[in-house]
């Protein structure tokens, strides 16, 4: 997923609406910029999020991109083409593939995002993460009252014999980061949980400015394992 600022872009009249024309392109080279690994460089390949007709200034005009990669480290070129403006500009940036074929229990990143929603059709589509709908946000900070949205994914939980589900207990713990030791604010969890992709949102209402460190605790009761991933944001006006 990437994006760019509504406000680097001009706008094309569609009728009685003013739209972005705005398409992005990849290439996903080896870690020494060298060989080409795949090309992203069809119209098609990056599709635009459906929110992006209706952005606001200076927000995100989101696209996506699906690839298939090996374990590994990698460079991808990013180039934004602005149609109506007949500008474009590009950017690189560092992306590493875990190796999750492993045993034993590993979350995955965990992805902060705009929006989570049902996906209704659980047809395969851009932003669909399996049952869920995905809008990633792509900084790290928040408005006063903004929801703060995660997602991320458990790999090799242990299944029940009988059931062949996992029994998961989740935990989300939320510190000050400011301070040399930091402070637990609490936790939110879930006990017993069956299902190995998760999505979480609550709001930050009277939250006040400044940064925080969310940790996603995972236990695999079975297993007897436990996992864990911080990601840091921050609560600013």
Do not use: C
């Amino acid at each position: 997923t990437t994006g760019i600022k509504s406000s680097a872009v001009q706008y094309r009249r569609v009728g009685s609406r003013e739209l972005p024309d705005t398409v992005m392109y990849g290439r996903v080279l080896d870690l020494t910029g060298n060989d080409l690994v795949l090309s992203l460089e069809k119209d098609s390949d990056f599709a635009p999020a459906r929110e992006n007709d209706g952005a606001g200034l200076d927000d995100d005009l989101l696209f996506q991109a699906n690839a298939l990669l090996p374990p590994g480290s990698y460079k991808v070129l990013l180039t934004a083409l602005d149609r109506a403006g007949g500008h474009a500009g590009s950017y690189e940036v560092p992306v590493t593939v875990p190796d999750l074929s492993g045993s034993g229990l590993m979350l995955s990143s965990v992805m902060l995002a705009r929006r989570i929603t049902q996906n209704e059709t659980q047809a395969a589509a851009p932003f669909v993460l399996g049952a869920l709908r995905v809008l990633p946000r792509l900084g790290q900070t928040f408005k006063p009252g903004e929801d703060l949205a995660l997602y991320y994914q458990i790999y090799g939980a242990a299944k029940d014999p009988a059931t062949g589900q996992p029994s998961l207990d989740v935990d989300y713990g939320f510190f000050t980061v400011e301070a040399e030791q930091p402070m637990d604010l609490g936790h939110v969890s879930f006990g017993d949980q069956k299902l190995e992709a998760h999505g979480y949102a609550l709001t930050l209402k009277d939250w006040p400015a400044g940064p925080y460190l969310l940790r996603v605790s995972v236990t695999d009761r079975i297993a007897q394992a436990s996992s864990t991933r911080d990601v840091v944001f921050e609560v600013r006006p």
